[in-house]
């Protein structure tokens, strides 16, 4: 099963970085979104973070025309299904993964490999509800998708060993090494990491240290590059809150109840940098603490 085009669903943080290393690794990427704001909006991302690749010299110009050009984008999903691989990077909610799966299978084509940038959802129950569960699985990229060197691969309990390592070789082509999880709540990565930043939203939320004081804490006392709070808004509170809703639900296990803080946050409508007020507030020329 050899890869050349990859087709990326949804153009938001995730897409549009997945969709940028694929085209400097040489892939042909479909970048594809419902909303041509998003769309126009990823590509201007793309170029704006290559072109910070190539001052820092890690890329040449030439080699950023040539991904550049190697994207395109198109609002209609049955494009994709013309791809040799897909990965799925909408919203993290199952109903909405779910339908898209749905809408892409007329038109995909018989040996397409399916995945999904997950970051916590059963790999085996999305690739159920496909035509397809043995060339199904998980490929899960970390944020800032250009610079962090892990994917987490995810088999789903059919997945045959040919998909598994297209997908592996993907990985190798990408740079980037491979972590294999097995599929269960929120996989390795995600079962570890969040439920920090949540404990670390319940020492704010008792009052143990302010905002500062707990991301200075883990700096400078743990040597993370960001702190808990900070890398929460970097993630997304909505994201946040989604992955420990799925440990909750899926490992019935109250040590993984969200913090009332952090819904209280995302009830508000703030769910960190990409909307300009999480932990911090962005607004400003220097990032605020909210509390
Ligand atoms: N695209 C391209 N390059 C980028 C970039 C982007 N979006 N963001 C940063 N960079 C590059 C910079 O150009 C710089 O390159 P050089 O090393 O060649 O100089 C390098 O990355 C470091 O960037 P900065 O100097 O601007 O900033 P920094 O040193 O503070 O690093 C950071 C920024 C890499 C984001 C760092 O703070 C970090 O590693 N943070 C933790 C990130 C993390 O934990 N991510 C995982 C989140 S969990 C997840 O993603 C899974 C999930 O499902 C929720």
């Given at each position: 099963m050899t890869i050349k085009s990859v087709g990326v ?8 970085g997945i969709a940028h290393v694929m085209a400097l690794a040489g892939y042909d990427v479909l970048l ?14 793309i170029?704006?973070?290559m072109?910070?690749q190539v001052?820092?010299?890690a890329i040449s110009e030439d080699e950023m025309k040539t991904a550049m050009g190697r994207m395109t ?10 791809t040799d691989l897909?990965i ?57 998708v250009p610079?962090?060197?892990?994917v ?14 297209a997908c592996k070789e993907v990985v190798a082509r990408l740079g980037k ?115």
């Open positions: 669903i949804g153009a938001g943080q995730m897409g549009n594809n979104d419902i909303s041509q704001a998003a769309l126009d909006k990823a590509r201007a991302t170029e704006k973070n072109v910070r001052s820092r010299g984008t198109s609002m209609t999903l049955s494009d994709v299904g013309q897909v799925e990077s909408a919203t993290e909610r199952e109903s909405i993964k779910q339908a898209i799966f749905e809408d892409l299978l007329p038109s995909l084509k018989p040996n397409t490999i399916l995945t999904s940038n997950t970051s916590s959802i059963s790999i085996t129950r999305l690739a159920s509800r496909t035509d397809r569960p043995e060339r199904f699985m998980g490929f899960h990229f970390m944020n800032p610079v962090m060197k892990l987490e691969l995810i088999r789903g309990i059919a997945t045959d060993e040919a998909t598994f390592n090494t491979s972590a294999t999880a097995e599929d269960f709540p929120a996989f390795i990565v995600n079962r570890i990491l969040v439920p920090m930043i949540n404990e670390a939203v319940y020492t704010l939320y008792e009052g143990v240290g302010s905002i500062e004081s707990i991301d200075t804490s883990m700096k400078l006392g743990a040597a993370h590059p960001m702190g808990p709070l900070e890398l929460a808004d970097f993630i997304g509170l909505d994201t946040c809150l989604a992955i420990m809703n799925v440990l909750h639900d899926g490992l019935a296990d109250t040590k993984y109840r969200p913090c009332p803080l952090l819904t209280k946050y995302v009830e508000a409508g703030w769910l960190g940098r990409k909307t300009q007020r999480g932990f911090y507030d962005y607004r400003g020329e220097v990032p605020v603490p909210t509390r």
